[in-house]
């Protein structure tokens, strides 16, 4: 009996000394090398394709740099593939703070901040410089400027390239050759508009599902950029492709407001060097991959590819006019004119 009340008090003691030691309070174990991570700050980042494209190799970049910057107060991690969430979940997850940063394609925000749809419009990107011009300077400033009405911080553009067409059924030169055709779209009220005036039925289809759809024949087209259909094998279950440049995917680099406001005023300032850096960089990376993927799928893929010709882009453009009306209408022609200032 007295061994065991020896015993039990032996074990108390060792407890109540465990307990109140500060090196145990916390993780169990003490371990030097955890010092000051309370102190360190991540970004959850989710976007939805695949790390070898120009949106996942520019997470990645700002990540480093955004690390390199903040002396590795803050860590980005960085969540491809829409392993977090699908297109259709993520402008919800930030919102509620579950990620601190996302970067949709602009088109799938255009229902949301109507303003935007100015980047949907159809042949409104003439060439690369038309594109940084539009997404380093003032037209993308204002427009990122608009989000705070909506508590998000917009950070930057970044690009991805052109976009082009593609079909299982016909390849799509002529006008008459959408008619009848289903195409994915992304839910973009300016794109829904252009496939109807093509003749064609437009069904928005979150990114993940893509390959499916046009596997199972669900769809017969869609368009998007040559490294989309590259990094995603969409080339494995089509037969046309159509170099167009009919428009421009590009992406509205996010975060949770809330979040970015209560960050020290240095790691702010940090933070937007890095991603400008990431944004001049990604602006030539992107150029450079979509050049080096229509290559590859030139000699590689079964693709029949057609470039457009310049006859029939007249035709295209002249068909898409309403498209352009609607926006003037409802927003005026000033963006439109900073955009082609007139010659
Ligand atoms: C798409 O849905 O086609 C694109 O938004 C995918 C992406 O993020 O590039």
Same mark, same amino acid.
């Not at 993940?208 to 950029?225: A, S």
């Given at each position: 009996?007295? @061994? ?8 108390? @003691? ?13 993780? #169990? +174990? ?14 959850? /980042? ?25 002396? #590795? ?20 997850? @930030? ?11 602009y088109s799938?925000?255009t ?5 935007w749809q100015v980047l949907d419009l %159809?042949?409104i990107f ?8 539009v *997404? ?7 427009l990122? &400027? ?11 553009f ?8 593609? !079909?299982?059924? &016909? ?8 008619? #009848? ?16 005036? *093509?003749? #064609?039925?437009? +069904? %928005? ?20 950029? +040559? !490294? ?5 094998? /969409? ?13 421009y995917?590009g ?40 050049? $080096?993927? *229509? ?17 029939? &882009?007249?035709?295209?453009?002249? $068909? ?15 963006? @439109? ?7």
């Amino acid at each position: 009996m007295r @061994l065991f009340i020896g015993t039990s008090v032996l074990t108390i @003691l060792s407890l109540t000394l465990l307990f109140f030691n500060p090196f145990f309070q916390t993780n #169990g +174990i003490y371990d030097d090398e955890q010092q000051g991570l309370n102190e360190q700050i991540v970004i959850k /980042f989710s976007h939805v394709v695949a790390e070898n494209t120009p949106k996942g190799l520019a997470a990645q970049k700002f990540a480093e740099l955004a690390s390199q910057k903040t002396n #590795g107060k803050v860590k980005v991690d960085v969540f491809p593939n829409a392993v977090l969430y699908s297109d259709e979940e993520e402008m919800d997850a @930030l919102m509620q703070g579950d990620v601190q940063m996302i970067a949709p394609t602009y088109s799938n925000l255009t229902d949301f901040m109507p303003e935007w749809q100015v980047l949907d419009l %159809p042949f409104i990107f003439r060439n690369h410089d038309d594109v940084e011009r539009v *997404f380093t300077g003032p037209v993308g400033n204002h427009l990122l &400027k608009l989000l705070e009405e909506k508590n998000i911080k917009g950070m930057a553009f970044w690009s991805n390239g052109f976009k082009q067409m593609i !079909s299982n059924e &016909k390849s799509l030169v002529h006008l008459e050759d959408f008619q #009848g055709q289903t195409f994915r779209i992304m839910p973009s009220p300016v794109i829904e508009e252009q496939f109807q005036l *093509f003749g #064609g039925h437009p +069904i %928005p289809v979150p990114f993940p599902e893509v390959y499916q759809e046009l596997e199972t024949h669900r769809v017969d087209g869609l368009e998007n950029t +040559i !490294s989309n259909i590259f990094s995603k094998r /969409f080339y494995q279950v089509q037969h046309y492709l159509t170099l167009s440049n009919h428009g421009y995917l590009g992406y509205a680099v996010l975060m949770n407001k809330p979040f970015w406001d209560q960050l020290p005023r240095p790691i702010q300032r940090q933070l937007s060097e890095a991603m400008e850096e990431t944004t001049v960089w990604i602006l030539k990376q992107s150029k450079h991959m979509n050049e $080096q993927q *229509f290559e590859w799928l030139k000699k590689q893929s079964q693709l029949e590819i057609t470039i457009l010709p310049e006859k029939e &882009k007249q035709k295209w453009m002249e $068909q898409m006019k309403p498209v352009y009306d609607r926006y003037r209408q409802r927003f005026g022609n000033q963006l @439109l004119q900073e955009i082609h200032p007139p010659q």
